[in-house]
């Protein structure tokens, strides 16, 4: 029996997106609204990027893509997104999932905010000082 949509979940820095593939024409909906609405501006900067795991395994007008995203920036929103629709992909066809792999799309970019340490204006700055 063949499955009416596939999750996958991405998280980027603070950002996590539960992305949803269904078979489609290709459209992209974030947070209830169209891509370039939700990004605004920089949506043409993002969508590349965004939608390379569609593009490199070449099913982007095969799938739409329904995604809530919470938490971070947009550029941590757009790379968490971008993560859940390559583990979304695997599970819709395991045999995409070596390119996948081979572009660095399945790997969950591990770098987070540095925590604020005692004794120091910010994560690294010290306090101003001046002798006199």
Known sequence: MEEKYF???GRRKEATARVR???GEGKVIVNK???TEYFGG???WFKPNVLRPL???SVSDKFDVFVNVKGG???GQADAIRHGIARALTKANQELMPVLRKNGLLTRDSRVHERKK???YGRRRGFQ???R
């Open 55 to 57: 593009t490199i395994t």
């Open 7 to 9: 999750w996958g979940t």
């Open 33 to 35: 609204k169209d891509f």
């Open 73 to 75: 920036g947009i550029a």
């Open 118 to 120: 005692y004794g120091l």
């Open 21 to 23: 593939l269904i078979r």
């Open 129 to 131: 000082w001046a002798k």
């Open 42 to 44: 920089r949506a043409e």
